[in-house]
């Protein structure tokens, strides 16, 4: 099994990880991590309140004090599915915007072939919330207009945040951007959620209000095993330390307690917790020490076949 460099901040210091290569499996469903675009924004905004020496020493920024994100969705395949946790950047953006996020290549399709699979073959698409850096994969640009990936696919939103994004408050209005969600809007097979719910056998959907309105946690669970997508509560696993929020964040007191209690019951049963935007970790397990809680075994769970 490879060693892993420790997470370099000084609130995570001495953890030990080790990265596991291989599919991971829970209850009726193989669980993949697609890798599908680099973008890049502001380092400050990312992790609000923390100084720069501490932050940088995670994610390097560049000159433009910018710091590099990945879209990772997570693919959950079983029982006649195969269900997408949110659809990244795409290229469905101008070439000012696309410098501005320093987007690289959309590679979804490509990803989707390591597995057999084609966007035809998507049956579900769960998004945690409308945010642009999580709903504008769905569609792409055909004579000017946005035209959904997966025209035949359910897709699943809380109703609150759909409203949200629809009349987005000020504060978030460049994250909620009106073309993305009116096209989502135009869908056919929306399936608008109120709360908690299990959507099918062993996939739970949890709501967290901090980041924005709505969102959605995925957590794929049986009797032995649970993980847990966090979505933009924990972004990145250097988010774990609770006072490690972002300026986008609309409640960061409330974002402070939902991490509390999900990181309790993620040392409690040991959940493995999985990071949509870090590129430097997939997922993690985490454990207390004199510090508080904190990463302890990094997991990788990209398919057996596929490239490091």
Same mark, same amino acid.
């Given at each position: 099994?490879?060693?892993?460099?420790?997470?370099?901040?000084?609130?995570?210091?001495?953890?030990?990880?080790?990265?596991?290569?291989?599919?991971?499996?829970?209850?009726?469903?193989?669980?993949?991590?697609?890798?599908?675009?680099?973008?890049?924004?502001?380092?400050?905004?990312?992790?609000?309140?923390?100084?720069?020496?501490?932050?940088?020493?995670?994610?390097?920024?560049?000159?433009?004090?910018?710091?590099?994100?990945?879209?990772?969705?997570?693919?959950?395949?079983?029982?006649?599915?195969?269900?997408?946790?949110?659809?990244?950047?795409?290229?469905?953006?101008?070439?000012?915007?696309?410098?501005?996020?320093?987007?690289?290549?959309?590679?979804?399709?490509?990803?989707?072939?390591?597995? +057999?699979? *084609?966007?035809?073959?998507?049956? /579900?698409?769960?998004? &945690?919330?409308? @945010?642009?850096?999580? $709903?504008?994969?769905?569609?792409?640009?055909?004579?000017?207009?946005?035209?959904?990936?997966?025209?035949?696919?359910?897709?699943?939103?809380?109703?609150?945040?759909?409203?949200?994004?629809?009349?987005?408050?000020?504060?978030?209005?460049?994250?909620?951007?009106?073309?993305?969600?009116?096209?989502?809007?135009?869908?056919?097979?929306?399936?608008?959620?109120?709360?908690?719910?299990?959507?099918?056998?062993?996939?739970?959907?949890?709501?967290?209000?901090?980041?924005?309105? +709505?969102? *959605?946690?995925?957590?794929?669970? /049986?009797?032995?095993? &649970?993980?847990? @997508?966090?979505?933009? $509560?924990?972004?990145?696993?250097?988010?774990?330390?609770?006072?490690?929020?972002?300026?986008?964040?609309?409640?960061?007191?409330?974002?402070?307690?939902?991490?509390?209690?999900?990181?309790?019951?993620?040392?409690?049963?040991?959940?493995?917790?999985?990071?949509?935007?870090?590129?430097?970790?997939?997922?993690?397990?985490?454990?207390?020490?004199?510090?508080?809680?904190?990463?302890?075994?990094?997991?990788?769970?990209?398919?057996?076949?596929?490239?490091?």
């Amino acid at each position: 099994m490879k060693k892993e460099k420790a997470l370099s901040s000084p609130l995570s210091k001495g953890v030990e990880s080790r990265l596991d290569s291989r599919p991971l499996v829970i209850g009726d469903y193989t669980l993949s991590s697609l890798v599908v675009q680099e973008f890049y924004l502001d380092g400050g905004a990312m992790f609000g309140v923390v100084p720069k020496t501490l932050w940088e020493k995670v994610v390097p920024a560049d000159s433009m004090n910018r710091i590099k994100l990945l879209a990772r969705l997570l693919l959950i395949s079983g029982n006649g599915r195969h269900i997408l946790v949110d659809t990244g950047m795409g290229s469905a953006w101008s070439e000012k915007l696309s410098a501005i996020y320093a987007l690289s290549p959309f590679t979804l399709s490509i990803e989707l072939q390591r597995f +057999g699979l *084609q966007m035809h073959d998507i049956t /579900d698409v769960i998004y &945690t919330h409308l @945010h642009y850096d999580h $709903l504008a994969g769905a569609f792409e640009l055909q004579d000017g207009h946005l035209q959904p990936l997966f025209p035949d696919a359910m897709h699943h939103v809380q109703e609150e945040n759909y409203r949200y994004a629809s009349h987005p408050h000020p504060k978030e209005k460049a994250g909620y951007l009106g073309g993305f969600v009116e096209a989502f809007g135009r869908q056919k097979n929306l399936n608008l959620l109120n709360g908690d719910t299990e959507l099918f056998k062993g996939i739970r959907l949890s709501i967290s209000n901090g980041h924005t309105k +709505g969102q *959605q946690l995925v957590t794929v669970f /049986d009797d032995h095993l &649970t993980l847990v @997508h966090c979505a933009d $509560l924990i972004p990145f696993a250097a988010h774990i330390p609770l006072a490690w929020v972002m300026s986008y964040d609309i409640e960061p007191l409330t974002v402070f307690d939902e991490k509390t209690d999900l990181l309790e019951l993620a040392v409690k049963e040991s959940w493995i917790l999985f990071f949509g935007h870090d590129p430097n970790h997939e997922a993690a397990t985490v454990r207390r020490d004199e510090k508080g809680i904190v990463a302890d075994r990094y997991i990788a769970f990209r398919h057996a076949d596929s490239p490091s």
